[in-house]
């Protein structure tokens, strides 16, 4: 297991690493990094069109007291789960897309993780700064954005967790990317992000239907991002320390696992 210290001697490497992908994501295209906004604008516009328009699903009045947007209520959560999605998916091939260099020459095998984990940041950034511009356009924009760290810690923790076993299970059993594409889209439903959750029931033949959706570690992102940024509420202590709790068992074991099969996993390369 590679210690913080020895993360920081390489982290020259590790930054080289995020700015590789940042560019080899966009080569030979025309709009180049234009398309890490058309890309989540575009989503945008067919989620609020097929839920908010032809459903005609309702968002609570905002923290103004004047604004009820669908669209920026739905951006709101968006943002979260992009992150955490596209950080769980570049992480499958993080590992593997290293192999060469970790054959070469020595560096922490965590290093591709880390860097297509920042990557990923860098692209949080931009939505980000977005929501905070609409907010500010619509005149629902509160100090309680400035909590944002308080969400964003934990989020990037348990993503870095979940795709530190996303990347090794991948070299190992290359069938790992289709099952977690399968559940990265059950979680996407099974998460409050185009409905809000109380349409779902208490009860469903018998079982907590609802206690059963507030298991998804991603409601509780979506919630704080919503109560921050939209419903302009700090959320409660025992939220927050949840959402904490959550994330370092996360990353605690994403991170023991990774150093547990990472030798064999750079064999395999």
């Known amino acids: 297991m590679s210690t913080p210290a020895q993360l920081w001697q390489y982290r020259t490497l590790i930054s080289n690493l995020t700015r590789r992908d940042l560019k080899a994501k966009y080569r030979k295209s025309i709009l180049g990094q234009l398309w890490s ?3 989540p604008a575009s989503t945008l516009a067919i989620y609020t069109l ?3 328009v ?3 699903t309702q968002a609570p009045l905002a923290g103004n007291g004047t604004t009820t947007s669908f669209a ?5 959560a968006l943002v979260i789960w992009n992150f955490f999605s596209a950080g769980v998916n570049a992480s ?6 290293a192999g060469p260099l970790l054959n070469k020459i020595y560096f922490p095998p965590e290093g591709p993780v880390l860097a297509v984990i920042a990557g990923v940041l860098v692209q949080l950034g931009f939505e980000f700064a977005i929501l905070v511009l609409i907010n500010a356009i619509v005149g629902n924009l509160s100090w309680t954005f400035l909590l944002f760290p308080l969400l964003l810690i934990p989020l990037v923790a348990f993503t870095l967790g979940f795709g530190m076993i996303a990347s090794i299970l991948n070299i190992f059993y290359r069938d790992v990317r289709y099952l977690i594409g399968i559940v990265l889209q059950l979680l996407f439903y099974m998460t409050p992000i185009v409905y809000q959750i109380e349409m779902i029931p208490e009860e469903f033949h018998g079982f907590p239907a609802r206690d059963i959706f507030a298991l998804n570690p991603i ?3 979506v ?3 919503r109560s921050l940024f939209y419903l302009h509420e700090v959320p409660s202590a025992f ?10 068992a996360m990353l605690g074991v994403g991170w023991w696992y990774f150093a547990r099969r990472a030798a064999q996993a750079v064999e395999e390369l």
């Not at 920026?72 to 709101?76: E, I, K």
């Not at 939220?239 to 370092?248: G, R």
């Open 37 to 39: 906004l058309v890309s």
């Open 50 to 52: 097929i839920f908010g």
């Open 54 to 56: 032809v459903f005609k």
């Open 72 to 76: 920026l209520y739905l951006f709101t």
């Open 92 to 97: 499958i091939d993080g590992l593997q897309g």
């Open 219 to 221: 409601v509780e992102f």
């Open 223 to 225: 919630d704080t991002a």
């Open 239 to 248: 939220d927050i320390a949840y959402m904490w709790a959550i994330s370092a």
